[in-house]
């Protein structure tokens, strides 16, 4: 079995997590942009999603001879173990549930803003609780002002989701006046290619420019989840109630690998973090299938009813939510690696993907494009906050001893 056992491999893993884990959202609002109905492109997700567990699980999980106390996960899996793998089940559960909740978020409040919110909460709240359940190996004097950077980013980016918000309205409401929009329903101008390519390609002749009003306009014809007169209140609602979830998951997982409640009986090894990883994703994945199977046929906020049919004959955009879904498996996976290696609430410096994230929203979908000065502004010091918040959570890395 292969394990991270250096505070430098620990930092790569947490790197390469963040841009993994920054990425995977902006494939999935694609999708939504482009119409595809969010149950559709979740069920591919799921697949792949799980697919990547098991193949850590049978690589990493693998490799070399059992050690004492961390066996191989072939070994794990006839162990007396259940306690633990009950609770990895649960932290797989609330992170279904999060995800879940932030695809509809996303169409609300906007990519950069949801992954802003919902990661500050999950650290704010997560990185204290990691902190303690890892009996403080982090540096507390450097752990908890990175903390307070999140606190402040998270704050900023809910003025930041305001000020953009007042910012379209202005938008609208000045173009209306003018008659420059067409509201008749003669189809999009932007067609299902043009938003995979980005801005790049909207900006042809004859499509509306990002940042434009009559850019929202054929967004909102296009797009699955329609947003136009709903309150955006709706969306802070929801991408709070994922940043609750997203807070448990890596605090759950903690105590499945390291088994600071004591649960399970004398001798019996704690669950490696391979072992652990398979077990929450398969929780993840039956609930995460299981809702949107329910969704299908008993669609929320207004979307359209799907079959299970109509599903397996989508395949517009499929290749790019199995793409997402496997995406996001390595990159859940490698922040486990660096936390057991650096400490959980370390790892949590991974929470700074609004930093990716931010940056695919503006390259492919044109987020904050022709906004106040106000918005911009606000937009930098709230980067500015992730840029801090990552240095110093990554900073804090100690050494967990074995």
């Not at 932030?102 to 609780?129: D, F, K, N, P, R």
């Not at 503006?362 to 937009?379: A, D």
Request: net charge neutral; glycine share 10%.
């Amino acid at each position: 079995m292969y394990l991270v056992e250096d505070k430098g491999g620990a930092i790569a893993l947490m790197i390469a997590s963040l841009l993994f884990l920054g990425t995977w959202p902006a494939v999935m609002t694609l999708l939504e942009r482009r119409g595809r109905l969010p149950q559709h492109t979740y069920l591919d997700y799921s697949i792949t999603n799980l697919l990547a567990a098991v193949l850590i699980a049978l690589t990493f999980g693998q490799l070399g001879d059992s050690k004492p106390g961390k066996p191989n996960f072939f070994t794990q899996l006839s162990q007396d173990n259940w306690p633990s793998v009950l609770i990895a089940m649960a932290g797989g559960i609330v992170l279904s549930l999060g995800n879940l909740a932030t695809q509809y978020s996303w169409a609300y409040i906007g990519l950069s803003v949801t992954e802003i919110i919902s990661s500050s909460m999950c650290v704010v709240i997560g990185t204290t609780m990691n902190y303690f359940l890892d009996d403080r190996i982090n540096r507390a004097e450097i752990l908890f002002p990175g903390v307070g950077c999140f606190l402040v980013a998270a704050c900023l980016g809910s003025v930041v989701h305001s000020s953009n918000a007042e910012d379209n309205k202005k938008k609208l409401a000045e173009s209306a006046n003018n008659n420059k929009i067409n509201y008749e329903a003669n189809g999009s101008n932007v067609e299902n290619g043009d938003m995979e390519n980005g801005p790049g390609s909207i900006q042809k002749v004859g499509k509306a420019k990002p940042g434009t009003a009559e850019f929202l306009v054929q967004l909102e014809k296009q797009r699955s989840i329609k947003v136009f007169g709903k309150n955006m209140f709706l969306g802070l609602v929801i991408v709070f109630f994922a940043g609750v979830c997203f807070s448990l998951f890596s605090p759950a997982f903690n105590l499945a690998t390291n088994d600071q409640w004591h649960t399970l009986k004398d001798g019996v090894p704690h669950l490696v973090i391979y072992t652990a990883f398979f077990y929450f994703s398969i929780s993840c994945f039956v609930i995460g299938v299981g809702l949107n199977l329910w969704f299908l046929y008993h669609p929320v906020l207004g979307l359209e009813k799907s079959t299970f049919g109509a599903y397996l004959n989508d395949w517009n955009g499929r290749q790019w939510a199995l793409l997402a879904g496997l995406v996001c498996g390595f990159g859940n996976g490698f922040q486990f690696m660096g936390g057991q290696a650096a400490g959980y609430a370390a790892a949590d410096a991974v929470q700074a993907l609004p930093l990716v994230s931010t940056f695919w929203g503006v390259l492919l979908f044109g987020e904050y494009r022709k906004s106040s000065k106000r918005t911009y502004i606000l937009l930098s010091f709230m980067l500015s906050m992730f840029v801090a918040a990552v240095a110093v959570l990554m900073a804090s890395a100690g050494h967990r001893k074995n």
